[in-house]
Nanobody, 117 residues
């Protein structure tokens, strides 16, 4: 069974940094896309950043220049370095992964990121 485990959330002051990490396990195949979504209270889940196994990256406009996504497809890991954090970045951050030969999107349990002003 596929499992995604996130780590690295927490409380930080505005302008600070956090690093999120995620490890995917349970599939005999490598990931083809890994990334991060977030959901703030009362809002819909939205894309933060995704990276393909070929290295193609997509960022939400709201995080460009502040967040950096990286991954190791062979190890099925993805990281999100978040700098210059703002209160509006406060949300539950979810790791997501698509594996080779499957269109099923898998999700982690989520990790809380809170940015105080």
């Amino acid at each position: 069974q596929v499992r995604l485990v996130e780590s690295g959330g927490g409380l930080v002051q505005s302008g600070g940094s956090l690093r999120l990490s995620c490890v995917a396990s349970g599939s005999i195949f490598s990931t083809r896309v890994m990334g991060w979504y977030r959901q703030a209270s009362g809002k819909e889940r939205e894309l933060v950043a995704e990276i393909t196994s070929n290295g193609v990256i997509n960022y939400a406009d709201s995080v460009k220049g502040r967040f950096t996504i990286s991954s190791d497809a062979a190890e099925n890991t993805v990281n999100l370095q978040m700098n210059s954090l703002k209160p509006e970045d406060t949300a539950v951050y979810y790791c997501t992964a698509l594996f080779q030969y499957s269109n099923q999107r898998n999700w982690g349990q989520g990790t809380q990121v809170t940015v105080s002003s």
